[in-house]
DNA sequence: CTGAAAGCGCTTACAG
DNA sequence: CTGAAAGCGCTTACAG
């Protein structure tokens, strides 16, 4: 059997409420009390047991993280970061793999995984902002990505479109003049997808060059599919002098076909992706991309998240941040 | 408030313990009285209160994970196979990242980690395998990795010296004759770097060659170890015609390094891994490796800690486990 | 096959 | 500043 706070209050010689109040760091207790209750807590080497105080408190210290597949690059690197911070605040964070189900991310929003945590970091891809609502309830989520934008979720997202089109700038003030786009996902406007490719719009309407939807290719957000996605390009005869993945996996997998098929690059083609993940510096050769700021979004969705938990922020509208991002020129796009 | 379980009970008609014994599928029930407290059940969108089962019963539903980094590629598809595998039998995962910090691994065996998994997936990378005896208490631990191989614990790993030597094999077969290693940790012969060193040095044993320690460079396990590893032999003017890095990131950044120093890959100087993560196939030129049969030890690790916690497996020698592996044979190193 | 009672280890009002 | 009591929502012996 373990050590509880009756045997701590016992050796102590307090009350159980004593004992409570120094583990709690309540205030007004008289510092001998207090030094005799953690001599007692050190002697016997009590540890708190967290389940009774959750039944209790109804408050369980873990902050639930949802997110399609914990094995794409982006979302490791950021499940990393959102652990570290959480856990400087005293946080645990439990990881919930959607695989971008709608009932598996519905099923995140109650039942268990809502119980065992105090509060949602949500990636949501396949449900939407009303199907939220109907089930938030009082525990805080937050929104990450960009599935859902509405003014009544808090929200951390990036820059989708400001940087997509500053980096497509980029390859036109290189000299391109036919960057193909792959990753794009005509069944939805809204996400990243759609945000990145409204960027490279933008840049090729600002340096007054035309849209040519044949240079547009769908693909799934892997490797093989952006592999896959240039082989088509390719196959079809379609001619580019540029490849914009919309995120690194995509242009990676895209970086591999093109130099397989001797396509040299960038000297024929271009390439470029979006997220800056770890491996985008050391592709060879090594990636142009943007890096989104993810250090940020960590910080500001957990500390979002917390805001709320401890009722420091009380605003009744989503409070929609976006972090900054930078450009990574490197050698694929010079 | 939520619904709870004398919620049901009262409609139901029937007592608690009823309800209990309908959700524990517990076996002599009245069909109709079941069917009664199902109707129940779902009528009022009873969801149980997993806290307060576990304050009473002790058991979480939850297992442990411990690892480095779970930004890793590695670790990330492992967490992520591993989780998948947990939830077919009920359970989640609560990942902790221990940075290989002696102080947090000792952590995760007691106190609140401990708590709140009923069993624990732990890769241990700084503390021995007395400290684990020390307190691994009452709840089964299975290890994972080789930095404690030992008959009192369970253990899953992959065949590190085997797959190196067969890889190392692979190399000379091809005419290759000055190997350098990568990523060697001079300071512990037991864990994966000093096996899969062994499997190199038995390779060329066999294959009648001498050992040249001047082509072994230490390096943490990173990309950017890995490059800078690779810079470090060039400088030196060491002379080699293949580069074995001891996992695929390494192998990736030397890669890199490499080719950036205009080496050709290759045809002067071959490149193989350790891991077969997802990227392998899809580097420029793709990464000649070892799959050390991540799926089987995803499902065998988690298939022996649930075999403990039912009692099924009740062995007093710890198991161990070697998952099979398969090379990888692609364009680096052909 | 089902019920009434106790209790897991805490926190939370409520007193004083 | 501290104490005695109640109760969070379940499961677990114990009866019957």
Redesign the pocket.
Known sequence: ??V???DVARVAG?????V??V??D?E???PA??QRVQDAIAELG?E??LT??S???GKTSMLGLVLSDLSAPYYAELAAKLMKAASRHGYRVLVEQSDADPSVELGTLQGTFRQLTDGLLFTPLAIEADQIAARSGTKPVVLLGEHIVDPRFDLVTMKNEEAAAALTAHLLAAGRRRIAVIGARPDESAGSAGLRLNGYRKALEEAGMAFDAGLVAPAEWRRDAGAAAVAGLLDAGVEFDAVFGLNDVLALGALHELLIRGVAVPSEVAVAGFDDIDEARFASPSLTTVSPGMDEIAERSIGLLLDRLAGRETAKAGIHVAAGFELKIRESAP
């Open positions: 059997m373990a509880t706070m009756n307090v009350s159980l409420k004593t409570s109040n583990l709690n309540y007004f207790i008289r009390t207090k009590y708190a047991n009774a105080r039944l209790r408190s």
